[in-house]
């Protein structure tokens, strides 16, 4: 089974995400901040990382930058967020993101993205 982190403060994205991934059969972890993530990067390896821009205590950036640069792991991440910055697209392109996502998100688009990600591996 296909383990994806989700680092989202927004509950309710965080809900919608989580409820669509349990029904196409994936595994998914949530957290809601920066932090906690990190903290569960450091524990156990994930399939992919879904992580929103705008986070508590560490940016979604910040979470991608610890995933690559201490981890060294070129784990497959999607970028959702509700705002569609050129230069965080910029950045997340340079951290070799594999999608970018814009809230709100059509589930089924949201569900390609995944299978595009994890196929790419």
Known sequence: MIKILICEDN????????????????DPVSVLDGNLAIDMLRKTDFD????????????GLEVIRFLRTELKKQTPV?????????????????MKVSGYITKPFDPDDLIRKIKDAVTVV
């Open 11 to 26: 509950q309710l994205a965080l809900k919608a995400i989580s409820v669509v991934l349990e029904r196409e059969g994936y």
């Open 48 to 59: 992919l990382v879904i992580v929103d821009i705008h986070l508590p205590y560490h940016s």
């Open 78 to 94: 999607l970028i959702v967020s509700a705002f569609s910055d050129p230069q965080i697209q910029r950045q997340a392109g340079e």
